[in-house]
């Protein structure tokens, strides 16, 4: 068995040990095992990708488990898509216990200042717990099971709740970041975002929340009508957020509050001005179009001022945003409509990352300082030999974090439609296909329509709910 006895050689083998260089390619990784799975259907890429180090406990695990729940998800296998996201929420949790009552976290800091972020256990941040949570309650959802879908978001909102103050905080501080040359190369980044108020507020969430109190019928419309009004809040613009808003105030049979929010509206040509016969003989279709996935992340060179020295780091960073996803265009009997724009996840994920930047570029700046005194010390110790290994080591080590959670959708877009009972035969075209499914509508009933799409993949569930369910 080898045995190191020189100091630096013990000290440098321990670097180079604890820079888990794969993480760098996670995106690569991703892909690699995806691509199978979407283009003939066959997760033992997936599986053999992500399925042991979800089942085991470690830096990925976390996001392993979210990856593969998903892919499950998109898969059709809901069953086992809510087992997995079930584990993975058991696991978020407990590392929010162990943060409180453990120095392990604080240790895991210290590593990631002499070495770098990819040491640390991923824990995902609230835009992932919310998310999971969300599409979790849609898994439900696809098995006619509207009470296990009210459970999960609630859990998604309980999420919110726990983390609104302290994600606060965290904006505020990124706003303001103590670096030049980390201003400008985030300039681009930030400017994405300077329209999105944090990243754990999703108005799709809230959106789908209140579709499932409303679908629950007059026992769950107060519900309804207090996450439909948080949707708005986020999202004013989206045509389906304000058609269910309307439709809900509405339903309740409120005259004046009914009139007043056609006021707050405005003239709006796409709005459909609901009467209370269309809920009580029809039944409405809320439609779920996914589509795309979120951009993985690159690496930007920043330069830390450390000890008198320039240090030029690695960091994580978002370039390619993508485009506007194209609607989904949904035609009935009698109706059509097309899906618009509730939540665009890739402004969500990016807006996290800026949240994060000041403590990556706190723990950068100190690991500058650490990784110089090592060098120096080196040098004292062995001369020119100890310099040159102490700098490999230190490159070797200085390589950004780029794991994010990447297998969830660019855009989330709905549209709402109310149709007569019986079966409805529906066609669904959007860039590059066109399908025709048939839902059957129950007066009264809600008919949840979820569709995910990215290029050459797609699956489509329909789940009818009648109210009281």
Not at 260 to 278: N, S
Request: hydrophobic letters at 45%; one cysteine or more; aromatic letters at 8%.
């Amino acid at each position: 068995m080898l045995r190191l006895r020189h100091p630096l050689a013990l000290a440098t083998a321990a670097i180079l040990w604890a820079a888990p260089a794969a993480y760098a390619s996670y995106p690569a990784d991703f892909a690699k095992a995806v691509t199978p799975c979407l283009r003939n259907g066959d997760f033992s890429a997936a599986e053999k990708e992500f399925l042991h180090d979800a089942m085991t406990p470690g830096r990925n695990q976390l996001l392993y488990l979210y990856e593969l729940a998903n892919l499950y998800r998109m898969k059709g296998d809901v069953d086992k898509s809510i087992e997995l996201f079930g584990h993975a929420d058991r696991v978020a949790h407990d590392y929010e216990g162990k943060a409180l009552v453990s120095a392990g976290a604080a240790a895991g800091q210290v590593g990631a200042t002499l070495t770098n972020d990819t040491v640390l256990t991923w824990e995902g941040d609230c835009q992932d717990k919310v998310m999971s949570r969300t599409l979790d309650a849609m898994n439900y959802l696809a098995k006619h099971d509207l009470e296990g879908a009210r459970v999960e978001v609630r859990k998604a909102e309980e999420y919110q709740v726990q983390e609104r103050a302290k994600r606060q905080k965290a904006v505020a501080r990124a706003a303001n970041l103590d670096n030049a040359s980390a201003n400008a190369k985030y300039g681009n980044m930030f400017s994405y975002v300077q329209d999105v108020r944090n990243s754990f507020e999703n108005a799709f969430t809230y959106y789908l929340s209140s579709a499932i109190y409303r679908a629950q019928g007059a026992s769950g419309l107060d519900d309804a009508l207090v996450d439909i009004k948080r949707a708005y809040e986020l999202a004013p613009r989206a045509p389906a957020v304000r058609q269910a808003y309307l439709d809900i105030v509405a339903q309740g049979g409120d005259p004046a509050a009914l009139e007043e929010l056609k006021a707050r509206l405005g003239a709006d040509p796409g709005l459909r001005l609901p009467d209370y016969a269309d809920y009580a003989h029809g039944g409405t279709v809320v439609v779920i179009y996914e589509v795309g996935f979120v951009p993985p992340m690159g690496d930007v060179a920043i330069d830390v001022f450390a000890l008198n020295k320039l240090y030029s780091l690695a960091f994580p960073i978002y370039n390619d945003f993508g485009g506007p996803q194209p609607p989904l265009e949904v035609t009935a009997p009698g109706a059509a409509q097309s899906t618009s724009l509730v939540a665009d996840v890739r402004k969500l994920e990016v807006k996290s990352l800026q949240e994060r930047i000041p403590g990556i570029l706190a723990r950068g700046t100190l690991g500058a300082i650490a990784k110089a005194q090592a060098q120096q010390k080196a040098t004292n110790s062995f001369g020119i030999f100890g310099q040159l290994a102490a700098t490999i080591a230190t490159k070797l080590v200085t390589t950004a974090d780029l794991r994010s959670w990447l297998s969830l959708p660019a855009e989330v877009q709905t549209a709402q439609l109310t149709l007569q009972p019986g079966p409805n035969d529906l066609t669904l075209a959007s860039y590059g296909w066109t399908e025709r499914v048939s839902v059957d509508v129950a007066p009264g009933s809600t008919t949840f329509l979820m569709v995910r799409s990215v290029p050459g993949f797609r699956t489509i569930k329909s789940a009818t709910v009648k109210a009281g369910a």
